[in-house]
């Protein structure tokens, strides 16, 4: 089942969201600063393989300077962390356009 949640860094003024899977893994990442609520990361772990699988590591960097470097690993515990929270898909569909635009454009 796929869920939705924030969280936030008070060390790097920064709200992390996420789409995880079944499994716990992060399949898609949004970073948004909460200083001028600027997307600093919109990263999807489709791309990621894709990108793994059938190109070189200057893509893979590509793509990291441009969208952001996505989390590895289970999301574990993110309940616990510093104002977590579910969020809804729809919430999340308009963060990820939103910065997949934003970041796309300053590329």
């Known amino acids: 089942m796929t869920i939705w949640f924030r969280t936030y860094y008070e060390d790097e003024d920064l709200w992390l969201y996420f789409e995880a899977d079944d499994e716990g893994w992060a399949a898609r990442q949004v970073e948004v600063r909460g200083q001028d609520s600027r997307p600093v990361t919109a990263a999807s772990l489709e791309e990621v393989?894709?990108?793994?699988?059938?190109?070189?590591?200057?893509?893979?960097?590509?793509?990291?300077?441009?969208?952001?470097?996505?989390?590895?690993?289970?999301?574990?515990?993110?309940?616990?962390?510093?104002?977590?929270?579910?969020?809804?898909?729809?919430?999340?569909?308009?963060?990820?356009?939103?910065?997949?635009?934003?970041l796309s454009n300053s590329a």
């Open 49 to 102: 393989l894709h990108l793994r699988e059938r190109d070189d590591l200057a893509a893979m960097i590509r793509y990291e300077r441009q969208f952001g470097v996505l989390v590895e690993g289970p999301m574990n515990g993110w309940q616990d962390q510093p104002r977590a929270a579910g969020i809804s898909a729809e919430e999340f569909e308009r963060l990820w356009t939103e910065a997949r635009r934003a």
